[in-house]
């Protein structure tokens, strides 16, 4: 993950500054090379490369995706700031809005207190009708105070598991492996030689997929769409893909997406990885 991007989750970068300078960026030299008609490739471009070198999508609805994208995944001020370097009407405020991003800054930050307090404000039923996502938030408060007390005191972690977690994972199987492996962090030293499915619960990807799903359901009780219209759109392109290829049309080897910023000439981020995921 590109630091940055890392930063930015963190809290640590301005928001809107962020999106400004990379995310924008990116993107738009991104849709500009795979619109450009241009190619500097050897040996000589295919003849799909050149079919889909002709197909120009036009700026507005480039810009509607990233507006939507940024909307979607709780950013009102990075909206608001695009709105106005594309000439796009501003969208009316929404609170909604930025308290999905403020929810998703405290599970980013590893304030899973803070976060499901401002949800329960937000919608005190949300959790009572998905238990799952109530234990994930649950489990990575755990590993949140694992995490602090290494090497430490654990009761506070054995506390918190035997009052919040363990009434849950005694009705629910899944809910008790996953506890069993979590309470494993307290046991083993928090190094290199942690295995692989133990290290994977310390890494911030487990903050990230938490906070996916917490904005998911966020969006879905409030009846919009789960998801911005290019992660629709980048899964509708694989599929697409995967079924032309089944049906041994004449492709070239591999495809870029063009959504990493290896694929983007001149940005100097080669080392940085995808910015839509799927």
Known sequence: MSSWS???????L????????????QLRQSFDRMNSSTSTATPPQHAFEKRA????????????????????EGYPNAAAKFCKEANLQPQQPDPS????????????????ETAISALNKLDPELLDTDPKLHFALLRL??????????????????????????????????????????????IFPHDKNLRPELASLLNPDLRR???????????????????????????????????????KKDLPESIELGLTASSVEGTGEGDNEAMITT
């Open 97 to 112: 809005i930025q308290t999905r991003q403020d929810i998703q800054h405290a599970i980013h930050s590893g304030n899973i």
């Open 141 to 186: 408060q755990l590993v949140e105070l694992i995490r602090q007390c290494n090497n430490g005191d654990v009761t506070p972690a054995l506390d918190f598991a035997t009052k919040n977690l363990g009434p849950r994972a005694a009705a629910n199987r899944e809910f008790l492996e996953d506890l069993e492996q979590t309470m494993a962090l307290v």
């Open 209 to 247: 997929t938490t906070a996916a799903r917490v904005n998911e359901a966020m969006l879905l009780r409030q009846n919009q769409r789960r998801e911005a219209a290019i992660r629709q759109l980048v899964r509708m392109r694989a599929w697409a893909e995967t079924s032309a290829r089944a049906k």
């Open 6 to 12: 890392a930063a930015l989750e963190l809290g640590e």
């Open 53 to 72: 070198a002709d197909v120009k999508a036009p700026k507005s609805d480039i810009n509607a995706l990233i507006l939507d994208y940024l909307m979607m």
């Open 14 to 25: 301005d928001l809107d500054s962020a999106f400004r300078d990379a995310v924008f960026s």
